[in-house]
């Protein structure tokens, strides 16, 4: 079985910052594509960023310049640093994995729980 373990949401004032992590446990043989994607109050999920284990990287427009993804391979953990955060910033963010389990050559995909990110003052 494999768990995704977002932490780092909470609420911070427009202009703040935050970092979220994913920390990914399991049977897990190799973690191909991690991204985060966030879900605002009536709307549909969206992403935010995506990296693959080489660390391209890929960005909606709305945190260009503003969030960097990274990620420990020896740790299975991603990050998402969010700077210069706005209100409309607010949502539940999801981790996303696509991995391989140990002995299976099949690629599957696991999300995590969310965290809450609020942007208000």
């Known amino acids: 079985q494999v768990q995704l373990v977002e932490s780092g949401g909470g609420l911070v004032q427009p202009g703040g910052s935050l970092r979220l992590s994913c920390a990914a446990s399991?049977?897990?043989?190799?973690?191909?594509?991690m991204a985060w994607y966030r879900q605002a109050p009536g709307k549909g999920r969206e992403l935010v960023a995506a990296?693959?284990?080489?660390?391209?990287?890929n960005y909606a427009d709305s945190g260009k310049g503003r969030f960097t993804i990274s990620r420990d391979n020896a740790k299975n953990t991603a990050y998402l640093q969010m700077n210069s955060l706005k209100p409309e910033d607010t949502a539940v963010y999801y981790c996303?994995?696509?991995?391989?389990?140990?002995?299976?050559?099949?690629?599957?995909?696991?999300w995590g729980q969310g965290t809450q990110v609020t942007v208000s003052s």
């Open positions: 996303y994995a696509r991995l391989t389990l140990l002995g299976s050559p099949y690629e599957r995909q696991y």
């Open positions: 990296i693959t284990t080489g660390g391209s990287t």
């Open positions: 399991g049977s897990i043989a190799s973690i191909n594509h």
